[in-house]
């Protein structure tokens, strides 16, 4: 049998319980009963919901910005290490728990205020700079067009995260089925970067 701690077992309750509700609709009580602990447990691990809500929505961000900077190697070519940041955010995407990417969707269209606050600076303006850097060594050594970089990255990032809510909203039908065959993402990987390589190349 797994021997989870009572820490972890209240983020695995609370993730549960902030994916079907938002930080607003979640309640401590529910996330108690999930955990099958004791409700001053939460306070002792986390303070409060609020705490408990920093900590399940950075975790996610803070696996996947590792896992991203990890791939990058300075021994590569600018198109090179694009390539695997884009294809290493995809991989670790699949097999992130599908509540983060619900609990994320919600955080942002309640307004977005915890993004803000924890992923803005821990990965999106981190993430940009680096993105800056290689394109400006890429396009230095007249590998790369002279494009805004910041776009690309917002473009590619979109491209994964809407495929990916997609994928999960409409796993459960014909159309999902459909679209989101098995391999798909193996499928989206590859059109994403030769998509990518396409446009950002020069001549």
Do not use: C, W
Not at 28 to 39: F, G, H, L, S
Not at 51 to 58: A, W
Not at 76 to 89: A, C, G, M, T, V
Not at 168 to 174: V, Y
């Amino acid at each position: 049998m797994e021997d989870v701690s009572s820490a972890e077992r209240i983020k695995r309750a609370a993730l549960k319980e902030f994916a079907l509700h938002g930080f607003e609709g979640a309640r401590v009580d529910r996330i108690a009963q999930k955990a099958k602990i004791n409700k001053a447990m939460i306070y002792y691990h986390y303070k409060g919901k609020e705490n408990l809500y920093e900590e399940v929505l950075s975790n996610v961000f803070k696996t996947v910005f590792s896992r991203v900077t990890g791939a990058i190697s300075e021994d590569k070519r600018p198109d090179e290490q694009l390539e695997s940041i884009f294809s290493e955010y995809i991989e670790a995407i699949k097999i992130v728990d599908q509540d983060y990417i619900r609990m994320i969707m919600r955080e942002l269209s309640s307004g977005g205020k915890y993004f803000k606050k924890l992923m803005l600076p821990g990965i999106i303006l981190p993430m940009l700079a680096i993105i800056q850097e290689i394109f400006s060594a890429g396009m230095r050594q007249g590998m790369f067009k002279k494009i805004i970089p910041h776009y690309v990255f917002l473009q590619a990032l979109g491209s994964i995260v809407f495929f990916n809510a997609l994928r999960i909203t409409l796993q459960d039908t014909d159309a999902g089925k459909l679209l989101f065959p098995e391999g798909a993402f193996d499928m989206f990987k590859i059109s994403l970067l030769d998509i990518l390589k396409t446009g950002i190349m020069a001549g």
